[in-house]
């Protein structure tokens, strides 16, 4: 998750690379217009460290400003001046901002100096006009393809590409007249057949974009994205075409397939790794192989934050409540991140630690914890699912049971009580013949110290296990015999 000044100062230092002779390479070459610029303008050397991508001064289309100028003479000053002694801090500098480091601590500690201070070394770097290059001299010539190799089009191939062409330029009603020129020509023309399928998915007509995904896909594609848009058509229906919640079992293993072709195709292509991720975590399976895959997307696109957060939720799955913490709370803590981004990070943080401090109650009693790992969809409807596991508690005893409010307990006499058990709309009268001996277990910390006759002040969420009256009981003043008491968070559930 480089800072964004340094993920376009590289960039615009990279754009200098130029080779000579087929053998010289070059890379560092001074770019005047940034400089020009630079002679007039300049930003506070702190303000540019702190620029993100939602910054008025970032334009990541025009790439024109004093940001990007300065941003690209910084990564030349820091890679070239001094003999690249600046270098190993600027490692430093990145791996202490990685581990959440303050921005003003984390450079005061890797570069040896303030802001201020290199403000002015930066800006006597850029007026000298004296830039260092690095040179490199190729072993063997870089030879490229010297002609262009052509071909003959059929007229149904001319309008494919056509059809194709402003698809990718979103003029999506003259692409589809193209193309419904190219099948009536040629009806099973693979690539009309993609293109369509896409444009069929930008429309949310997921039914007719299947069809024709799949003959694309049938007459062996070699386009990744038709591998992967088929993938995508088959995770949604047009009811909620962004909501990802339920894929069936032969569902997701076509979707696997094609997606695994995708990367096959074009392995630098990112959104293949995150839709296997959204699959194995809406099934529930091949969770290692989908984190494996989601780091690689990472690496592919360390600018995408909802591939951390997918994994993390993967992780979450897993049980692994250290990876994940730690995958969210770099992106909690990432400036570059969008903030709804960030908000569901720190929301699963929360979550986290709700869930462990449930686990350690629950051990503290003597309890037993396992997971529900049925899938939840995401309330955005981004096909990301935001709830992990619920902590769900073993039933100790046989019996009917009810989840509801413990709004009273009446004494009756001696040992034995009523308890009052609110369900919705029905109100359940249990009895305790033996207080002493009702089994009750309280899963949260405010159940209560002690169990004590009256009315429920806060009323307790509870679930209760008790043996129905008979048909001959079916005059008694109680629905049943109590057998036992679990006081529960809103979250928990009785493993079925």
């Known amino acids: 998750d480089p800072p964004t000044w340094f993920n376009e100062g590289l960039a615009e230092y990279y754009s200098t690379f130029e080779i000579e002779n087929d053998r010289e390479v070059l890379l560092g070459k001074q770019i005047v217009n940034h400089i020009l610029l630079l002679r007039e303008r300049f930003m506070r050397l702190e303000d540019l460290l702190r620029v993100t991508r939602r910054s008025p001064v970032y334009n990541e289309r025009e790439k024109k400003g004093v940001f990007y100028a300065q941003s690209w003479a910084l990564v030349h000053y820091l890679l070239q001046s001094n003999q690249g002694q600046r270098i190993p801090q600027l490692g430093r500098f990145s791996e202490l901002l990685a581990a959440g480091k303050p921005l003003e601590e984390s450079f005061q500690q890797a570069f040896q100096t303030d802001f201020k201070t290199m403000e002015q070394e930066l800006q006597k770097y850029v007026r000298n006009n004296t830039y260092r290059m690095n040179a490199f001299t190729a072993v063997k010539p870089l030879v490229f393809e010297g002609e262009m190799q052509s071909t003959t089009l059929t007229e149904a191939e001319a309008l494919a590409y056509l059809g194709d062409l402003l698809l990718h330029s979103n003029r999506l009603e003259d692409a589809e007249a193209r193309l419904q020129q190219a099948l009536t020509l040629a009806p099973d023309l693979p690539m009309a057949q993609a293109s369509l399928g896409m444009l069929r998915v930008r429309q949310n007509r997921l039914s007719d974009a299947r069809e024709h995904l799949r003959k694309a896909v049938a007459a062996n594609s070699q386009n990744y994205l038709t591998h992967y848009y088929y993938a995508y058509a088959l995770s949604r229906t047009a009811a909620s075409p962004g909501l990802v919640s339920r894929i069936s079992a032969e569902t997701a293993e076509a979707m696997r397939a094609e997606l695994k072709k995708a990367i096959e195709l074009n392995p630098r292509f990112p959104e293949p790794y995150y839709l296997y991720g959204v699959v194995s975590l809406v099934t529930n399976s091949e969770l290692s192989e989908a984190a494996r895959l989601l780091m690689v997307g990472q690496t592919l696109a360390p600018a995408r934050h909802d591939f951390g957060l997918m994994l993390a939720q993967i992780y979450l799955r897993k049980q692994n409540f250290t990876a994940a913490r730690k995958a969210l709370e770099r992106i909690a803590q990432s400036q570059n991140a969008e903030e ?10 929360n979550q986290i630690n709700t869930v462990e401090a449930q686990i350690a109650e ?43 409010m413990l709004t009273k307990i009446e004494c009756t006499g001696g040992e034995s009580a009523i308890f009052h058990v609110k369900a919705g709309e029905r109100l359940y009268k249990l009895r305790a013949e033996a207080m002493g001996r009702l089994d009750l277990v309280a899963y949260v910390q405010d159940a209560g110290n002690e169990i004590t006759c009256g009315a429920r002040k806060p009323e307790s969420l509870v679930i209760v296990t008790f043996r129905p009256n008979t048909a001959a009981a079916t005059r008694a003043k ?15 559930e009785v493993e079925k």
């Open 478 to 492: 109680f629905d049943g015999d109590l057998l036992a008491v679990d006081f529960i968070s809103p979250d928990m």
């Open 340 to 349: 709804h981004t960030r908000t569901s990070a720190q929301a699963l943080i």
């Open 362 to 404: 629950v051990k503290r009693q003597g309890g037993t914890v396992v997971f529900d790992n049925s899938p939840a969809p995401s309330p955005s409807g981004e096909g990301v699912v935001l709830e992990m596991g619920k902590p769900t508690i073993k039933k100790r005893t046989e019996g009917e049971q009810v989840r509801g």
